[in-house]
């Protein structure tokens, strides 16, 4: 498979994450202004208290269902293998909801406990879908994946328009949530059946062996990710108030977006590296290591002006959107955007010791970073004196920013250390060139912007040309610290030609079909 390729297929996998996060960030405004900043922190709120229950259902497992679809094992050996799984899985989370309703009675008094009940309808939907589009994912059929997730996002987001206009109620937003996986995943079933004539086969013994050796650490390691995923949502809604959590679920929405420029390529990284480290030896060793620099590289020449365009217009694309109601929300997006753009160098690393099969080295320091983050929550967020004690230091959305920022920072030369001892990779070679030059553009911008506002330009007419300029000065900046800026360039062009692109796509759709 040719480079080209492998990036198109990840564009167009990075497009489909961009159109679930896009859609999140559409369904925020809309709430927002119909209902209004409470209503938006209610749906905040709720959504992460969905994702603390998740982290009970021991999502290692869908990890290992990637790895072994991406190892090539059978395939309808491995849809049953994960359905088996989760159906045991959530039957065991519905009899703890059902024993936990029936022993308090707390579902039948609040209405946000309805809205929680209708996202995690919607989430355990998710996890049943996600056994059949990994399989599109796995093998690489991104085509047929990308069409079916566009079709149910719209249907969604359609109905979503239809309760806003006709009824505006949160329930009924949250409800509209499951649409999207159950029309994902039935219409994923079926095409798996009737094109790639997958057939359905029972789990064995060894099946479920092979996922439970792989998915093990992950046992620890996701739910505590999970855990980390969404406490900083639910503390602001319980520390600083609804509408601080109001603002947060702006910023974090818009953060996600930017967070998931690295989802698609990260996955075919770690395919990739996976199939590499298979059959380990000199030469392989040296591959990987030359196809992980080389990918890095290129995924930072692309997420470092991104992240900068996020943080230039975090005030004007906030009000935009939003409103001037909710501009209090720009401080946290853009530590969130330091956050995202540092996460893009240090998630990588990560993807390098699970394809090695040592996600168990994760294990104590992940214990270890969930109570360093719940300490430093506890520490900035609370808008009132906790226990009676003190208060935040940067009280709501701010202190939560700040301190995904620590998450994401500690410890991470844990894992590039990692990494050079068992596969010879160290910090890549222009890491530093990259963070440099996100720090000019960012020191400059404001005098820029200041220098169109005594011009006499305001808003949109002073950011973008303060944003264009400072962009000048980072291009200029990497042609001088890095040789292989030209040949970025050249690759960007290449893979953003139309006419390449289109026919990438109708050899996706009539293409062979891989068993």
């Not at 094992?73 to 989370?93: F, K, N, S, W, Y």
């Not at 240090?346 to 394809?355: D, E, F, G, K, S």
């Amino acid at each position: 498979m040719s480079s080209q390729d492998l990036a198109r297929k990840s564009l167009l996998l990075l497009a489909g994450t961009w159109g679930g996060a896009a859609l999140g960030m559409v369904v925020s405004v809309l709430v927002g202004r119909t209902l209004g900043p409470a209503a938006l922190g209610s749906l905040g709120f709720s959504t992460g208290v969905v994702g603390l229950v998740m982290a009970a259902l021991l999502p290692g497992f869908a990890q290992a269902h990637l790895k072994r679809l991406a190892e090539g094992q059978d395939t309808g050996r491995c849809v049953g293998t994960m359905l088996a799984i989760q159906a045991v899985l959530h039957t065991v989370l519905g009899a703890a909801i059902v024993g936990w309703w029936l022993a308090t009675g707390v579902l039948a008094r609040s209405g946000l406990a309805l809205v929680f009940l209708g996202l995690l309808a919607a989430q355990v939907a998710t996890n049943f879908a996600d056994v059949f589009l990994k399989v599109l994912v796995a093998r690489e059929w991104v085509v047929p994946h990308a069409i079916v997730l566009l079709a149910a996002r719209l249907l969604r987001l359609s109905a979503t328009v239809a309760v806003l206009a006709l009824a505006p109620s949160l329930l009924g937003v949250a409800l509209t949530f499951v649409i999207e996986p159950v029309v994902s995943g039935l219409t994923a079933a079926v095409l798996l059946m009737r094109r790639y004539r997958v057939a359905l086969r029972r789990p064995t013994r060894a099946s479920l062996g092979d996922y439970w050796r792989y998915a093990r650490p992950f046992l620890v390691t996701t739910p505590l990710a999970l855990f980390q995923d969404s406490i900083d949502r639910v503390v602001v809604g319980a520390w600083a108030g609804l509408s601080a959590a109001g603002y947060y679920q702006i910023a974090r929405a818009l953060f996600e977006a930017l967070s998931s420029v690295i989802a698609a390529p990260a996955t075919f990284m770690f395919t990739r590296l996976s199939a590499l480290y298979a059959h380990r030896g000199e030469s392989t060793d040296r591959e990987a290591r030359e196809f992980f620099f080389h990918a890095l590289d290129k995924l930072l020449f692309l997420t470092v002006p991104l992240a900068f365009a996020f943080w230039a217009f975090a005030e004007v694309g906030i009000t935009l959107l939003y409103g001037p109601t909710f501009l209090p929300a720009a401080v946290p997006l853009r530590i969130l955007v330091l956050t995202a753009a540092i996460a893009n160098v240090v998630n990588p690393y990560t993807l390098i010791v699970m394809a090695l099969d040592r996600a168990d080295r994760f294990v104590p320091v992940n214990l270890l970073r969930v109570v360093a983050y719940t300490v430093v929550l506890a520490v900035l967020v609370p808008a009132t004196p906790l226990l009676g004690v003190w208060t935040g230091l940067w009280p709501g959305a701010v202190g939560a920013a700040v301190a995904r920022l620590f998450l994401i920072l500690f410890p991470c030369w844990v894992y590039v250390r990692w990494t050079r001892e068992m596969a010879g990779i160290p910090l890549a070679p222009h890491v530093m060139t990259y963070a440099g030059g996100l720090a000019v553009v960012i020191v400059l911008f404001e005098p820029f912007r200041r220098g169109a506002a005594v011009a006499g330009a305001d808003g949109w007419a002073a950011t973008v040309p303060a944003a264009l300029a400072a962009l000048a000065v980072y291009l200029g900046y990497l042609l001088a610290r890095h040789p292989g800026t030209p040949e970025n360039l050249r690759y960007a062009r290449a893979l953003l030609s139309p006419v390449a692109f289109i026919r990438f796509l109708r050899g996706g759709l009539g293409g062979p079909a891989r068993p």
